[in-house]
């Protein structure tokens, strides 16, 4: 319920149309959180406005009313159908009252927005300056998100990496190389190390652990002592300046003995069918956030937390810095050798 005040009396109002958006990178599963959004929306009675473009379609009034025939047949589907986009006219107070100005317009009660750290910046300032109650479904294949255990694109992209990764080792094998191969992540370093651990890798080099002189003797030094010549390096994006082109060439040139090759994955690890897992996970986060709203909630992110979900307060989930776990790393270094 809102709270309103009317001739000196608070009067209560139940939330009659919520509005979802998809925003900042698109991740697997993005589809299957808008469909399980606009049907639990439905079915308790609320209306659901699509925003097309994420904040940059909330500003120029891209919005279409969503029934659940809108959703059917795209649970399968990698993207996400709302479209997204990177706004940097929203990050400005005038951009936010021209969204403002829409949610007006079309009458939308509460806000459900889908995606990552920017997204969710976002959102909180929006939520502050207006009062809009605004609940966030955690999408991004980077992980990087304080409260969930989880995020919606995860596994899927998890996958996708791993599979390249075999891909790239049975060529590598075959032609004695050292293959470095440079993972997505923005800041973060979960999908590189799990990948890493998942793909049998040498080694993973990340932002979160070690020097890269430590990390490069993980990967290179032990091999050589085992006369391994070839193997799998993946390098986080953003490790070093220059990626894993960077650390091909500290390589070549320490190592000159070595035959070095670099695959970018690039975007390809966002594209694809959602797994099992994220299909799930969206399904029962696109839920909790409608109920959220229908429990009067606001300003908080849906999570995952040793199998349950969870409520966290948006500053958390932005503000706090989820760590990559010990025992990953240590399992890595353990089962690289
Ligand atoms: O946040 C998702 C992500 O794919 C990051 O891993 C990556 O650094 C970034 O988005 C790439 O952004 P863009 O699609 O704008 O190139």
Redesign the pocket.
């Known amino acids: 319920m809102h709270q309103i005040l009317l001739n000196n009396n608070i009067m209560e109002y139940k939330i009659k149309t919520i509005g979802v958006l998809t925003s900042?990178?698109?991740?697997p599963g993005m589809n299957a959180a808008v469909r399980a959004v606009t049907r639990a929306a439905i079915a308790n009675n609320i209306r659901v406005k699509a925003i097309f473009r994420g904040y940059k379609g909330l500003m120029d009034d891209e919005v279409q009313e969503f029934t659940t025939q809108d959703v059917s047949g795209i649970i399968q589907r990698g993207g996400t159908i709302l479209k997204s986009a990177?706004s940097d006219e929203f990050k400005t107070p005038e951009g936010r009252k021209r969204a403002y100005n829409t949610i007006q317009k079309e009458q939308i009660d509460a806000l459900i927005v889908i995606g990552?750290?920017?997204t969710f910046t976002g959102a909180r300032l929006l939520a502050q300056e207006y009062n809009i109650p605004i609940i966030g479904v955690p999408g991004?294949?980077?992980n990087?998100l304080w409260g969930t255990d989880s995020t919606i694109g995860y596994d899927t992209a998890l996958n996708t990496i791993m599979d390249c990764v075999d891909k790239l080792r049975d060529t590598g094998t075959s032609h004695e190389r050292l293959f470095l191969v440079e993972v997505?992540?923005?800041d973060a370093g979960f999908?590189t190390l799990n990948a890493a651990i998942a793909a049998g890798a040498e080694a993973a080099i990340i932002p979160e652990r070690a020097t890269l002189e430590e990390q490069l003797e993980a990967a290179i030094g032990q091999g050589r002592r085992k006369h391994k010549n070839s193997g799998i390096v993946l390098v986080q994006?953003?490790a070093i300046p220059g990626g894993a082109q960077a650390v091909a060439k500290i390589i070549e040139e320490a190592h000159p003995e070595y035959d070095t090759r670099v695959t970018i994955l690039g975007?390809l690890?966002?594209g694809g069918s959602p797994s099992a897992f994220d299909r799930i996970l969206a399904s029962r986060f696109g839920c909790a956030a409608v109920q959220a709203l229908l429990d009067e909630q606001r300003s908080i992110m849906v999570g995952l937390q040793n199998g349950e979900v969870i409520y966290v307060p948006l500053t958390k989930a932005i503000k706090e810095k989820k760590d990559i776990k010990d025992d990953k790393w240590q399992a890595l270094q353990v089962l690289s050798l």
């Not at 900042?24 to 991740?27: E, H, N, P, Y």
């Open positions: 900042g990178g698109d991740a990177r990552g750290d920017g991004t294949i980077d990087d997505m992540g923005r999908l994006e953003h975007h690890q966002r």
